[in-house]
């Protein structure tokens, strides 16, 4: 499975962003997808995940700002950014991870950088 992530840039703070996450090569339903963020010299954190059959979870950092959302039919993942603060600066990327398989199977893509001017 490749993932191929996009919409990353610069903004300003208060702003929006749109990132989008194509899944292809064998994607296996269900699973769950994610976007996690990481800055330099610091783990990755989740930012928020969508499952096949649409259970969420966000980060309380992000929630009522961030919204995640898929599109099963072509294995697409969303993140739509309101309100963005300097805070939200990172390299953003994709996982898709297996559910019902055994073992779980777990990939990730290549990032696409957000940054938040203040």
């Known amino acids: 499975v490749q993932l191929q992530a996009s919409g990353g840039g610069l903004v300003q703070a208060g702003e929006s962003l749109r990132l989008s996450c194509a899944a292809s090569?064998?994607?296996?339903?269900?699973?769950?997808m994610g976007w996690y963020r990481q800055t330099p010299g610091q783990g990755r954190d989740l930012v928020a995940t969508?499952?096949?059959?649409?259970?969420?979870n966000y980060a309380s950092s992000v929630r009522g700002r961030f919204t995640v959302s898929r599109d099963n039919a072509n294995n697409m993942l969303f993140l739509q950014m309101n309100d963005l603060k300097p805070e939200d600066t990172a390299a953003y990327f994709c996982r898709l991870w297996t559910i019902e398989t055994l073992p779980q199977q777990n990939y990730w893509g290549r990032g696409t950088l957000v940054t938040v001017s203040s």
């Open positions: 090569g064998g994607v296996v339903h269900p699973n769950g």
């Open positions: 969508a499952t096949t059959g649409g259970i969420t």
